[in-house]
């Protein structure tokens, strides 16, 4: 008799059979869907609903909080010993009032909106990583300008934002301020010709081959 | 009797020598009252001068000293931050001295369009100051006040 394996077409078969099978799971799927339920209270549905919602958006921006911490970001020894190890030394790791940034304090933006558009584009880094794109500190050198432009561009075009969400321009006192720094703020800062990152690029990491760009020689 | 009495002089004076000895500490200017076989407390580091104020060379070849601070500033084949302000081209911006005509030389004392590679590493000359008392006073006289008193009638 014919069997299965003898069938050339068996292979088609049983491809064309599960499709159908999908379709057909679909289908009932979405009678049951848009089917007034006869079992549950539309009240328990919806109190259900709520409390499904609360715990699958608590448990997002919990995931999401998790991976805007400095522990997440130096899991991964092209940030921990490249970046990072090069913040140490910095005035934003150690200063005498104690207060210092974190990785996410400079490279997330802060509000919602700001910040899912900033993950999402950070699923290009979990590319990288897995491809293993930096993954020697010879590759990091050689992609350090494309980095660094990156943020550079980004700082850049939202106005220092990550800056100021320490470094208030209204709350500057120049009077505080060395001699330089105040003439220089207040000719370009307060004035709005410039924003932090044009003079202050390079402040929490060493910077790439600088030749180029605006400012430096 | 007298040779008894002798000895134990002797023996107060040796007594009295050693412990002499050993209750005095050497004290150094420098050092302060540490013992010399111990490590003294480190002082502790001051701030830098940062008055941004040009501040008088002793001589006229004296690199002049940094009036401000320089933390955190790269200087290194990647890129030079001192020169973001004192570049030729930086200066209208900046209204930092421009770095001398001399840093454009190469060593056959041909001018360069910029600064010479062996006049880039700024910290080589030029330091910032620290504003600690020295603990060894410094009598150099500079080349004026000498002048003038070799100058008849001047002050000596």
């Known amino acids: 008799m014919t069997t ?17 099978r999908s379709r057909d799971f679909a289908l009932e799927l979405w009678r049951v869907l848009t089917r007034p339920s006869s079992v549950f209270a539309l009240g328990t549905l919806v109190l259900a609903g709520f409390v499904a919602g609360v715990i699958f958006w608590g448990g997002f921006n919990t995931a999401l909080e998790l991976t805007n911490t400095e522990k997440f970001c130096t899991g991964c020894h092209e940030m921990k010993d490249n970046v990072y190890a090069e913040l140490k030394s910095t005035v934003h790791f150690t200063n005498r009032s104690g207060v210092r940034a974190t990785c996410p304090d400079c490279h997330v933006p802060h509000n919602w909106t700001d910040k899912i558009a900033r993950k999402m584009q ?6 990288g990583k897995i491809f293993g794109t930096i993954d020697t500190r010879e590759k990091f050198q050689d992609h350090r ?30 009077t505080k301020q060395s001699p330089r720094a105040s003439v220089a703020h207040q000719r370009f800062l307060f004035t709005k010709e410039k924003t932090c990152i044009d003079c202050h690029k390079g402040i929490a990491h060493q910077l790439p081959d600088m030749r180029g760009v605006p400012g430096w020689q | 009797m007298m040779k008894r009495s002798a000895i134990i002089l002797l023996a107060f004076a040796i007594a009295a020598g050693t412990s002499s000895l050993t209750a005095q500490t050497v004290t150094s200017g420098l050092r302060g009252p540490t013992p010399l076989n111990d490590e003294g407390p480190a002082p502790p580091m001051l701030p830098n001068r940062n008055t941004s104020e ?15 601070t320089i933390d955190g500033y790269q200087v290194d ?15 209208a911006e ?59 009638g001047g002050r000596r």
């Open chain 1, 4 to 20: 299965t394996a003898d069938d050339p077409n068996a292979g088609l078969n049983a491809r064309r059979s599960f499709l159908a």
């Open chain 1, 122 to 127: 950070a699923s290009k880094e979990v590319w």
């Open chain 1, 145 to 174: 300008l494309e980095l660094a432009a990156h943020e550079w561009a980004r700082f850049k075009a939202n106005d220092s934002l990550e800056c100021r969400n320490c470094h208030s321009a209204d709350s500057m006192d120049v």
């Open chain 2, 54 to 68: 040009k501040e008088v060379r002793n001589y006229p070849e004296q690199p002049p000293v940094i009036p401000h």
């Open chain 2, 77 to 91: 084949l990647n890129g030079n931050k001192c020169l973001s302000c004192h570049a030729r081209a930086r200066t």
């Open chain 2, 94 to 152: 900046s209204q930092a001295p421009m770095v001398s005509i001399t840093h454009f030389m190469d060593r056959d004392g041909q001018f360069l369009a910029s600064v010479s590679p062996r006049r880039f590493f700024c910290t080589e000359c030029h330091v910032p100051q620290s504003t600690a008392t020295p603990p060894v006073s410094n009598d150099f006289i500079d080349i004026d006040t000498l002048l003038s008193r070799a100058t008849p």
